[in-house]
Every structure is written in C-alpha cells, then in structure tokens.
C-alpha cells in the first residue's frame, strides 16, 4: 500500500469507496483548515466532505449526511504494515 490516500473514501461498508485497508490505518482529515473527527465521506479532487446530522437517520435506518464544500486535506495516521517507521 503507498502512503497516499485515496482520492475518495467513504466509511460506509455499502459505498462503492469503502476501502476496509485503507481505513485500518486512520485516515486523518483537516477541513478549511480544522482537523474533523466527524467525517463519513470525503473527496479531495472535488472539494467535499459529508458529516452526519446529528443523531437523526432516514427511514432505512441510515445516518442523514450533510455535503460541506470547501479545502480538504486527507492523510494515512499510521504507517502500512511491514513499513518501516523512519525517525528524523
């Protein structure tokens, strides 16, 4: 696995994005300048996250998602397994 993160990634076991290797190393997500702990989806290329509304879920017992648009950085919290952690 390379230390990029993918472009788009969803937490979400039933998206299409979901990447189960990926999210095992942490993704760490700052937004507008802020680090979020609330994300659910994100696309870098576009420009977007998704957070859930609160505790409230549609009819199909999903959480009600908002889409904020602004600046997202994206990166891995935790180095892939076999890597070798370097110390400056």
């Known amino acids: 696995m390379t230390d990029t993160t993918p472009d788009r990634l969803s937490s979400n076991p039933r998206s299409?994005?979901?990447?189960?290797a990926a999210l095992?190393?942490?993704?760490?997500?700052?937004?507008?300048g802020a680090q979020r702990h609330d994300v659910e989806e994100y696309c870098r290329s576009e420009g977007w996250i998704r957070v859930a509304l609160g505790k409230k879920v549609d009819r199909h017992g999903n959480p009600l998602t908002?889409?904020?648009?602004g600046?997202?950085?994206?990166?891995?919290?935790?180095?892939?397994?076999?890597?070798?952690?370097?110390e400056a």
């Open 16 to 20: 299409q994005f979901y990447d189960e």
């Open 24 to 32: 095992s190393r942490g993704i760490g997500i700052r937004f507008k």
């Open 66 to 69: 908002l889409k904020l648009s």
């Open 71 to 86: 600046e997202v950085e994206a990166w891995f919290e935790r180095p892939a397994a076999g890597e070798a952690v370097e």
